[in-house]
């Protein structure tokens, strides 16, 4: 059978050009170390990777959200732990206040410590973010979580401006925690020491008189109250800070699960590659050396 010189050069052509393309995906998938370059080698494969992807973005975005809450609820934390001590200081005060022996030249002297308590119980209580949110104002965080009146009644000159709404963060599948913590009571313990305050700051104060008594009386409960509200704020805390550490692990290991799976589906063979490789350039090679000498060939040999 006579082959025309055309049809032959196209058939090697062909042959050269088909090894040729297969080499060089080959090396593609080398330089990226995936099995499957465009979804249509492998559609089921495919699908499995694009689902294990979307879950590892959403485990990622679950993730974020735990380390950024974690890093919110340890300042509000320490910033809890810092008004529960102001507190202490100031009845570790009332109580000595509450000696009878006391002069009231000694009254007036100790009472003044109780102002800077104040004025930083209530600065912690109107903290601000980098952003100059209130953070314990709930979610009204434009306004501040206390405000004062030094025109107001003595007793009265605290309120609550902030409110109790709670700012919810998905850290799971149908998962929500708290980011924030809210303070609107501290306002009342704020009022009970500015009224105990001016009745100690009075000139000839005696703490023998039962009316003092039981100013000192009442203020003494009310921070008992407060401290212990405080108190069990910290402790949730902890305890939402507990949650979110084994939501930590446990997304953690689902992500290193789904990309152990992923590696398994996507990632290349090399072994297999590397035998594919040297079988496409072997076959280039023959391809080209056939193709050499046979050009050579001519009818005219023959005559």
Do not use: C
């Not at 998938?29 to 979307?54: C, F």
Request: aromatic share 4%.
């Amino acid at each position: 059978m006579r082959i025309a010189s055309t049809q032959y050069h196209a058939t090697m052509n062909t042959a050269l050009q088909t090894a040729s393309s297969r080499l060089h995906e080959i090396l593609q998938k080398m330089a990226s170390g995936k099995r499957y370059l465009l979804p249509s080698e492998n559609p089921i494969a495919n699908v499995r990777m694009s689902r294990l992807a979307r879950e590892e973005a959403i485990l990622d975005q679950y993730l974020d959200n735990i380390a950024t809450l974690q890093s919110t609820l340890a300042r509000h934390e320490a910033i809890l732990t810092s008004m529960s001590q102001d507190m202490l200081s100031a009845r570790d005060l009332l109580v000595w206040a509450s000696d009878g022996s006391n002069t009231s030249e000694d009254i007036i002297a100790v009472s003044s410590s109780l102002r800077p308590l104040m004025d930083s119980i209530f600065y912690n209580a109107n903290t601000v973010d980098a952003e100059g949110r209130y953070v314990f104002s709930g979610t009204a965080s434009d306004q501040p979580t206390i405000s004062y009146d030094p025109n107001a009644p003595v007793g009265q000159r605290y309120t609550a401006t902030g409110n109790e709404e709670l700012q919810l963060v998905t850290v799971g599948n149908g998962i929500t925690q708290p980011a924030n913590v809210t303070l609107r009571e501290i306002a009342d313990v704020l009022n009970v020491l500015d009224n105990v305050h001016t009745v100690l700051q009075t000139p000839g104060v005696n703490v023998n008189d039962p009316a003092v008594r039981a100013e000192l009386t009442a203020a003494l409960n009310d921070l008992d109250d407060a401290i212990s509200l405080n108190s069990s704020k910290i402790a949730t805390l902890g305890g939402i800070q507990n949650i979110l550490e084994t939501l930590h692990v446990n997304h953690t290991n689902v992500s290193l699960s789904n990309k152990q799976a992923a590696l398994v589906i996507g990632q290349l063979d090399y072994a297999d590659a590397a035998v594919k490789l040297n079988g496409y350039s072997a076959a280039i090679q023959a391809t080209q050396k056939a193709y050499s000498q046979v050009a050579k060939l001519s009818l005219f040999d023959a005559i």
